[in-house]
């Protein structure tokens, strides 16, 4: 019996977040069985799962269960039609999804961006910007700037009008921290980073570029480009080829990854990890896909659970250092890929060779590659 062993929180949430999770755990025990480690799952709710359950957003309970694990694994949480129905800080995305951030010291978001050849006709860029392939990492700092900042109210004026307050801070040590991780990641890719900013209006920006710039000199092998970020949204449009590694600051890389999604051709098609502090050889992270819950298609077998499965994948390689297993479940997204198969949303009816699958059919096959 292997002597490796990962407790795992699962916290499928709302919408079409069960039947991800469900795909994603199915290929996570291929890989498990392959590979000679154990996984100790559980499953727990959150979001308006864990309201119905246990009266809030993330239940007691499930943030006990998180709190004794390596990692968490998980859906997404919110439901458009119910979520005005309670304050605005009872809400999933605060009282869970924010809370989790906080609670975990998860700083660092890493999005990848790739757009697989055979995907090229669902990226809205015609085929010369797309070049020899999009293939990029946004690496977002997650526990700071606007989010974060206080004070954050909303309050009446003596003249009767409404006046809502968002504050934006960093400070050094929050800047360099990310900073490193984008530098070391750089350096196992492409070795280009590109830093977003604002440094020409902002006091938050002037500094990001500050500290950036000297970080950069304990990674002489990597070139770094500052870019501020209203050029860097026309850039990604532009010529995506051209970035590499991109460095933003939380509100920045919250739409400027959500833009470099767009690239790959679908919401589906993008995990993302969001990392705490590495505790000796371990790194608690929180995986999860970089699209919503998407209520309208939830229950019918219609959900591509492909971002999910990646997120899965990098649960392995960042917390556990499960490389071997983590390019298994990459290859087999891509062999699954290769075949054909493609949920709605990838879906092509022009190109002979794609044939449209569910998301069952999808996890299965996927699984039975990383299986072989």
């Known amino acids: 019996m292997s002597n490796r062993k990962y407790k795992v929180a699962a916290l499928a949430g709302d919408g079409i977040g069960p ?28 979001g308006w799962a864990g309201i119905d359950e246990a009266g809030k957003a993330l239940p007691d309970d499930t943030l006990k269960l998180c709190r004794s694990s390596d990692s968490i694994l998980f859906g997404s949480v919110g439901l458009p039609d119910r979520d005005p129905t309670i304050p605005k800080e009872e809400r999933p995305e605060r009282a869970a999804l924010l809370a989790l951030r906080k609670e975990f010291g998860l700083f660092a978001n890493l999005r990848p961006v790739r757009l697989p050849t055979e995907l090229a006709h669902a990226c809205p860029l015609k085929a010369e910007r797309q070049g020899e392939g999009i293939d990029m990492l946004v690496v977002r700092e997650l526990t700071g700037g606007m989010y974060f900042g206080q ?19 960093y400070s050094t040590s929050e800047i360099e921290r990310i900073a490193r991780v984008a530098f070391k990641s750089a350096q196992l890719r492409h070795k280009h980073l590109t830093s977003i900013d604002k440094a020409n209006v902002l006091e938050n920006g002037v500094l990001w570029r500050d500290v950036v710039s000297k970080v950069a000199a304990d990674y002489p092998k990597v070139t770094v480009e500052h870019m501020f970020v209203d050029n860097a949204a026309m850039q990604l449009l532009l010529k995506p080829t051209q970035f590499d590694v991109v460095l933003c600051e939380n509100m920045f890389g919250d739409i400027l990854s959500d833009e470099a999604a767009a690239l790959a051709g679908s919401l ?51 917390s556990f250092g499960e490389n071997e297993a983590a390019d298994a479940i990459d290859k087999g997204v891509g062999s699954a890929i290769a075949q054909g198969l493609r949920t709605g949303d990838i879906f092509n009816a022009e190109d002979p060779q794609a044939r449209q699958v569910g998301t069952t059919e999808m996890g299965d096959s996927i699984s039975a590659a990383v299986s072989t």
């Open 268 to 318: 589906g098609m993008l995990p993302s990890a969001s990392l705490g502090v590495t505790n000796g050889e371990k790194t608690f992270g929180f995986y999860e896909p970089a699209g919503g819950t998407a209520p309208d298609i939830a229950g019918k077998d219609l959900a591509n659970p492909i971002a999910q499965i990646l997120s899965a994948a990098m649960m392995l390689r960042h």
């Open 19 to 46: 039947e991800v999770i469900r795909e994603a755990l199915k290929v996570l025990r291929a890989t498990e069985d392959k590979f000679g480690f154990q996984l100790d799952v559980t499953q727990a709710p959150v």
């Open 151 to 169: 004070p954050k109210t909303t309050e009446t004026l003596d003249n009767g009008e409404t006046q809502a307050i968002d504050t934006m801070v």
